[in-house]
């Protein structure tokens, strides 16, 4: 499987997931989200993925993304809207109101072609899209919150209680192993959460099932699976992505002691804004050393 056909299953897969569980979670799980929100999301991701493109392609002087590849090649293209605008209506808990919504939507979408790092072969991104437009509405909207827990299996009983979150943490799983190749980060991340959840137990006397409860949640598996581990906007590289699980379950912890709530997302978007930081900084320094050697060639060209 070549790497485009690789990503094309990951994406593929995601929004499949994602889009299941919405329609589970309105049909079926009993969650309290307007069944709106998630087409208000759509109705915004698509759009604005498209004009935003459009834009970017005229103003680089290159066709857009999205004509490559015809009808599917315009599928896949706007498959990582669909993700996002899913996420952030999953995630996001705005009472009866929808503008949070589209707002969070517009700054997780524009974040993509705003917030970018150089790269030898043009730019990229590195905030991830769905978690920056969450955090950036709780910021902007206090009153704004996360969708409660209890929802994601509030009309479940017996042994549906146990099935349904391992279905799900059985899929992700799996996605992650085979396609994302994001296995070395999912292990950081839980590693060293947990391994902060024994430091703040005995650092502060708290039983220690209280900072390790998280980790049996059906949020968290969500979390693991289908946010920290965006193909997009993580290392590729094994080493880096263990650092970067492991620096965001440690920033977490600091977090809490903090008394910050939704320590999660603020979290995520802590370490990849660092990230960010630091591929700006080598992509300048590569610069600057570039820069001399072809002043260099240049005063070495005979002179005609």
Known sequence: MSPLERRNAALRRFAISLTAFTIAGAFLLGFEDSWAQPLVALAVAYPLELALETL???????????????????????????????SIALLVYPNARLMP???????????????????????????NPSNIGIVTTLLVFPWVGISPPYQFTENLYGIWDWLVPLAILGAGTMLNAKLTGKGPLVAGWLAAFAGQAVVRSAVFGTPLVAPLLPMTGLVFFIYTNYMITDPGTTPIARRPQIVFGAATAVVYGLLVDLHIVFGLFFALAIVCTLRGGLLYALALAAQRERLPEAQLAGSLRPAR
């Open 56 to 86: 970017d392609a005229w103003a680089h002087r290159r066709p857009p993304r999205y004509r490559g590849g015809g009808r599917s090649g315009f599928v896949y293209y706007l498959l990582p809207a669909h993700i996002t605008a899913l």
């Open 101 to 127: 919504i589209v707002f969070a939507t517009t700054v997780g979408i524009g974040s993509k072609f705003v917030l970018r790092v150089p790269t030898p072969t043009g730019s990229r991104h590195f905030l």
